[in-house]
DNA sequence: CTATGATGCCTACCGATTCTAGGTATCACC
DNA sequence: GGTGATACCTAGAATCGGTAGGCATCATAG
């Protein structure tokens, strides 16, 4: 009974969060929902990496946090990309494209 | 000082073997250097990351490992994929294939 | 002839990160 | 009143790659 949804790999999270905030606003739980479509429902992050990934990347100083209330009038803690976030998503997709590229050269290879 | 060769995300270091072996039978030194040299020198296996791995994928069965000696005379451990080894490698590939999807529609994507 | 670097194997431990599995609370809807 | 969605959180397990060591052989440079 394999899942449909794929795992991620460790190291990608941070991305995509970042990819996330970086159309706007957000806070936790949208940016699940959010990854979720924006993947076509091929990603579904877990409450459980979520929220410990997103302490962290406020602990780097990536994104700024604070309570506000939503559309619908209830309480949420929203996330923003600072600056320095803004930087480490670029410098994570180039390295995440240097990481496709050497495995897709390993792929096509032959000896 | 950032390196310039990229540390693996978890989770491809098994699909990068097994594509290695994939092109013939290698003793794990030599594993290292076909990933090295397939990639163009932007992946580098570590010895204490690929040992242990060569152990486990051994565990699974998706290797069988004999001694021989190599082309200079020297003892080595040799390695060959084993069947189930080959349609490992296939589905591993296809978990990458799908997941680079799913993050390339998130990245392309707008709100 | 000795030192060094490459080849070849291995292990122990660390650190980082994701998941599972819980917990709490509010709200809409049936 | 119960269920599911929304919204937050934590503890603990599991995985896995890296660092840093160890050991042995061999070729080559000094």
Redesign the pocket.
Known sequence: MP?DKA????????MLILKALSLGEL???????RIRQLSDEML?????????????IEQKGWVS?RWDV??????????KLTRSGRKQLETQEASWDRLVLAIAKVRQGTV
Chains 1, 2 share one sequence.
């Open positions: 899942k795992d991620l790999l460790q190291g990608t999270l941070d806070h936790g739980y949208g940016i699940i929902q579904n992050v877990e409450q459980g990496s979520l929220y410990p990934a997103l302490y962290r946090a939503n559309e619908t009038g209830r309480e949420a803690k929203f996330y």
